[in-house]
Structure formats: C-alpha cells, structure tokens
C-alpha cells in the first residue's frame, strides 16, 4: 500500500506538469501567432466602429495582417489627413489611437497575444485626428470646431484620464491642424496649423498642464507633419510650397529658429514625415507625386537632399502616413489605394522595395510601428 504523503505528492507534482505543460502551449500559441520581429498597427476609421490593424512584421521586414481589434469608438468614414492618429508608446507596452467619428481616445496593452482594448475616453474637443505621449502623459489634438489640444493622465494599467485644466486653444478656430507631438524631454508640445500657416508651442509644467500657445510664423506655407529628431531639431514639411524645414527649439521658451529654411524636395505635396535610419535620415511622402523623398540629418540640424530630384522611393497611389519598425531599419508608407509599401533602409539612407501589402480599407488611417 503506498504511503500516503508520497501519493499526495505525486498528485501535485502531477498537477504542477499538468499547468506547465499549458503554459509551455500558450507560450507556444502566442510566439506562433506574434513571432519574431515586430508590429504594425493602422486605423480602420471606419464610420460604424473603429478599429485597429494588427500586422506582424518579420525579421525581413515584410507584413502580414494579424487582426482587428476594436477601438470601442467610431471613426470619419473619410482619411483624416493628420499625422500621429495611431502611436504605440516609448516604451512599448501601449497603443492609442483616436476616434475621430465619436470624440475618443482609445488605449490598447500590447500583450503577448496581441493588443487588447484596455480604455475609452472623451477626447475633451471634436474630431480628435492626433496623439502624443511622454511618461505618464498623453495629449490629443481635436481638430473640430474652434480645435484645441487636451490631455490624460496613463496609468499601469494604461487606462487614460482627463487632466484637469489641461486643454487650450490654438492660435484661432479653423486652423486645419495637422498633428501634435511632445519634443523628446517632454517639456514642450508642438503642433502646427495648415490653415494659419503656423506653428505652436506650448510649455508643459511639473504637473503637465500646458501654458498658452506661442504662436510661431512657419519658414514656409501650408506646416503638416514632423519629426524630431535624435538631436532635438524639429523638421517639418510644407505642402504648399513643396518644402522641409528645420529648427532650434529652445528648451526653456519653446521658441523655434529656423536652421535650414524651406529646403526643395522636388516633389510634389510632402505632407507626412518620419525619421529612419538609426536617426540619420527624415523622409517625407510626397502624396501628389506618389513618391518618398529623403533627406541626410546634419548634426546641426541642416538636411542634405539623398537624391538631387528628390525621389528616393516610389510608392502606391497617394501615399500618406509613415511608420519604422527594428530601429528604423524598415520604413512603410500607406497609400491611400488601400496598400502599404515596405522598403529596407539602407546604409547611405536608399529604400530598397520590399514586397508590400494590400486590402486596408478606404478609410484607413495611421500607421505606427514597434
């Protein structure tokens, strides 16, 4: 007969592999379904219910869609025309992303079994198309109406909520806002207004609550998308006159000097911007010459075209929104075709085709990579 505490123990050593041997097959399932490399994630956008596109990026840079997942809100039916409507967070552990069609900010953990919804909020204006974040901040820009710019606070479990006396006015109403980003202390709040032909700045206390907009005079007309970059110089683009620019921001005012003054792509309608290479090089999508043009960073701030016609790349038709993926090893572009072309970025700063991705609705917006 056997010993009774020997047979208790062998039950729960039994027990003990039982719950091993399923943690090992979970782990399993997930690395099957995540696998090596990274993340992509896009915007559905679409009017009866929002949602995120998941895609898996390989070590060779190439994308396969994943799944959706709900964002909890709506979106516009339409392209948003913002940069920064999706962004995963520094540290990787969240993804946000608004609903421009309900007035939400919606916060995702990334898990190893993909993203999963983890809040919902009021935006704190109308038609939020931008987000930003730094710590346990997040600020959005709301486009509709007079726009304005309002912020959350991100707990450990990434749930957001309103900061109390955190939203301010831009320069005026109807400024057609383009995107807002933190500078890389998060001391600063950036945002720049297509309809005004300006730039503002806001200085973010201990508490990060905003002061009011230093409302700056852009190098060129028509500010869309931008970039910092790994020295602290903003590089923006300008639409209306086929242009980047870059400046000085100063730490303590927010002030902006302009270093390189309306450099030329020599393409047409650069709009949205994104830094590759290790920090070495900005590109911008080019959307009416279907085109990525690139430019070389000088550590002082100054930008050296890549290709003397400013064609780095072709894309699909329209392109808009960037994302990078393995320390800007890899850039994508979405096109407005319902495509994502990939390419590999290369040493001296070329993009090398990869093979890219099809079937993103007409809707889609954003595109953010880890």
Not at 89 to 94: K, M, P, V, Y
Not at 343 to 352: A, Q, T
Request: charged residues 10%.
């Amino acid at each position: 007969m056997s010993h009774p505490r020997r047979s208790l123990l062998m039950r729960g050593l039994g027990a003990l592999a039982i719950v091993l041997t399923l943690l090992v097959s979970l782990a399993a399932g997930a690395s099957a379904k995540l696998g090596p490399g990274g993340t992509v994630y896009s915007l559905t956008n679409d009017a009866s219910g929002n949602a995120l596109i998941v895609f898996h990026r390989a070590n060779d840079g190439t994308l396969t869609q994943l799944e959706m997942v709900s964002a909890g809100g709506l979106g516009t039916g339409t392209g948003l025309g913002s940069q920064g409507a999706v962004i995963v967070s520094d540290d990787g552990q969240w993804v946000f992303a608004v609903d421009a069609g309900s007035n939400q900010v919606s916060s995702f953990a990334i898990t190893p079994y993909g993203p999963e919804l983890v809040s919902v909020v009021d935006s704190g204006g109308m038609m939020p198309t931008s987000v930003t974040q730094s710590g346990n901040l997040l600020y959005v820009l709301n486009a509709g109406g007079d726009g304005n710019i309002s912020g959350f606070s991100i707990d450990k479990t990434g749930t957001l909520t309103a900061l109390d006396n955190s939203t301010r006015p831009l320069s005026g109403s109807a400024t057609n806002p383009a995107q807002i980003s933190f500078t890389q202390d998060g001391r600063t709040l950036i945002v720049a207004e297509r309809a005004t032909n300006s730039i503002d700045t806001y200085r973010v206390d201990s508490h990060g609550i905003p002061g009011d907009p230093n409302v700056q005079v852009s190098s060129g007309p028509v500010p869309f998308g931008f970039a910092i970059d790994r020295f602290g110089h903003l590089i923006v683009s300008e639409a209306g006159t086929n242009t980047v620019s870059s400046y000085g921001i100063d730490r303590w005012t927010g002030n902006l000097s302009v270093i390189g003054a309306s450099l030329v792509t020599n393409q047409l309608a650069p709009c949205w911007v994104t830094i590759a290479g290790n920090g070495r090089y900005v590109y911008t999508t080019d959307a009416a010459s279907n085109a990525i043009t690139g430019y070389r960073i000088i550590p002082n701030g100054n930008l050296i075209l890549l290709n003397q016609n400013g064609l780095t790349a072709s894309t699909g038709a329209h392109p808009t929104d960037m994302a990078t993926g393995a320390n800007g090893r890899f850039l994508y572009a979405r096109n407005s075709d319902g495509t994502i072309s990939a390419y590999r970025v290369g040493n001296d700063g070329s993009l090398s085709p990869l093979a890219g991705i099809s079937g993103l609705p007409a809707s889609a917006a954003g595109l953010a990579g880890n």
